[in-house]
T-cell receptor
Framework: SQQGEEDPQALSIQEGENATMNCSYK?????LQWYRQNSGRGLVHLIL?????REKHSGRLRVTLDTSKKSSSLLITASRAADTASYFC????????FGTGTRLTIIP | DTGVSQNPRHKITKRGQNVTFRCDPI?????LYWYRQTLGQGPEFLTY????????KSRLLSDRFSAERPKGSFSTLEIQRTEQGDSAMYLC??????????????FGPGTRLTVL
C-alpha cells in the first residue's frame, strides 16, 4: 500500500519558474527520499533527508521535512525542460514506501 | 547510469506461462530490493535481501512469485502461471547498509512485463 500522497498530482509551469511539490506520510520514518522518474524508465535518486534534519539542499533542489506534521516538500528552482518527469517521495525504514507521485511538466 | 542492471527490459508472455527476471546490483551493495509499479502509481515493495538472506516479503508476493539471491550477488524474480494482473514494471534496487550512503537505494531501468 502507498505510504502517503504527493500534492499536487500534476503541475505545469513555465520554464524558469520554481516548482514545489508536497508529500505527506503516515508512520514514523528513518529518512525520506525523493526520486525522479522519466516516462517508462527507472527511478533516479535525487536527495535523502534524515528524520533529524529539517532542510537540505542539492544544486537546484531544496527539501524540507516536518516530522511533527509528517510532511515534506521538494522545491526545484529555475526549472528546465529536462525537469519534466514524475517525482516521488519515499519514506524509509528498511524498505521504501512510495507516494503516488507528482507529474511535473515544464513548458518551454 | 546507476550501475544496477535488469534483464530483460521488456517481456511479453501469454497468460499461464512462467517468466524469470534478473537483477545485477551495484557490485559492493549488500542489499537488493524488488518493487512493482503499475501505470500511474508509485512503486510497491515486494521483497528484499541482505546478502543471500531474504529478510522480508510483502503480502503482494503471492505463492506464484519467488525470488532468490543465491550467492548474494545477482537476484532472480520468477512468476509462475502469469495472470493479466501481473502486468507491470518490475524494478530492482540495491543499497549498501553500513557505508557512507546507507539507505540510498539505486534503481535499475526495470523490466516491463505484459501478460496477454
Amino acid at each position: 500500500s502507498q505510504q502517503g500522497e504527493e500534492d499536487p498530482q500534476a503541475l505545469s509551469i513555465q520554464e524558469g519558474e520554481n516548482a514545489t511539490m508536497n508529500c505527506s506520510y503516515k508512520t514514523s520514518i528513518n529518512n525520506l527520499q525523493w526520486y525522479r522518474q522519466n516516462s517508462g524508465r527507472g527511478l533516479v535518486h535525487l536527495i535523502l533527508i534524515r528524520s533529524n534534519e529539517r532542510e537540505k539542499h542539492s544544486g537546484r533542489l531544496r527539501v524540507t521535512l516536518d516530522t511533527s506534521k509528517k510532511s515534506s516538500s521538494l522545491l526545484i528552482t529555475a526549472s528546465r525542460a529536462a525537469d519534466t518527469a514524475s517525482y516521488f517521495c519515499a519514506t524509509a525504514r528498511e524498505k521504501l514506501t512510495f507516494g503516488t507521485g507528482t507529474r511535473l511538466t515544464i513548458i518551454p | 547510469d546507476t550501475g544496477v542492471s535488469q534483464n530483460p527490459r521488456h517481456k511479453i508472455t501469454k497468460r499461464g506461462q512462467n517468466v524469470t527476471f534478473r537483477c545485477d546490483p551495484i557490485s559492493e551493495h549488500n542489499r537488493l530490493y524488488w518493487y512493482r509499479q503499475t501505470l500511474g502509481q508509485g512503486p510497491e515493495f515486494l521483497t528484499y535481501f541482505q546478502n543471500e538472506a531474504q529478510l522480508e516479503k510483502s503480502r503482494l508476493l503471492s505463492d506464484r512469485f519467488s525470488a532468490e539471491r543465491p550467492k548474494g550477488s545477482f537476484s532472480t524474480l520468477e512468476i509462475q502461471r502469469t495472470e493479466q494482473g501481473d502486468s507491470a514494471m518490475y524494478l530492482c534496487a540495491s543499497s549498501l547498509v553500513g557505508g557512507a550512503f546507507t539507505d540510498t537505494q539505486y534503481f535499475g531501468p526495470g523490466t516491463r512485463l505484459t501478460v496477454l
